[in-house]
C-alpha cells in the first residue's frame, strides 16, 4: 500500500505561481511512474504532466506546456509541480498518481486562480 500526500495549493491570482509536492510512503518509490491529474466539477480527471520512474521522460497536456514543470526527488520521496503563469483555467483539483503494477491517488489539493 502506498500513501501519497500533497501540499502546496491555495489562492493566488492570474500570473503567479504555486508549487505542488507530493510525499509518497513507498521505499520503492524510484520504480513509480508518477503523474499530476486535475478534475474540475462536472469534467473528467485530466492528465496535467508526468514523469518517468528514473526522471528522464516528462509529458504534459498541451495547455500547460511551456508553464508548468513536474520534476521528482527519489531521495525524498517527492514528485513537485511547479505552475507558473496560472490561469483561471487551471483551477482545479489536484491530484497526485502513482503508477507501478497498480495505481494510487492522493487526497487532492485545491488550486484557485481567481483575482
Known amino acids: 500500500q502506498v500513501q501519497l500526500v500533497e501540499s502546496g495549493g491555495g489562492l493566488v491570482q492570474p500570473g503567479g505561481s504555486l508549487r505542488l509536492s507530493c510525499a509518497a510512503s513507498?521505499?520503492?518509490?524510484?520504480?513509480?511512474?508518477m503523474r499530476w491529474y486535475r478534475q474540475v466539477p462536472g469534467k473528467e480527471r485530466e492528465l496535467v504532466a508526468a514523469i518517468s520512474s528514473a526522471g528522464g521522460r516528462t509529458n504534459y497536456t498541451d495547455s500547460v506546456k511551456g508553464r508548468f514543470t513536474i520534476s521528482r526527488d527519489n531521495v525524498k520521496n517527492t514528485v513537485y509541480l511547479q505552475m507558473n503563469s496560472l490561469k483561471p483555467e487551471d483551477t482545479a483539483v489536484y491530484y497526485c498518481n502513482a503508477v507501478w503494477l497498480r495505481q494510487y491517488w492522493g487526497q487532492g489539493t485545491q488550486v484557485t486562480v481567481s483575482s
Open positions: 513507498a521505499v520503492t518509490f524510484s520504480m513509480y511512474d
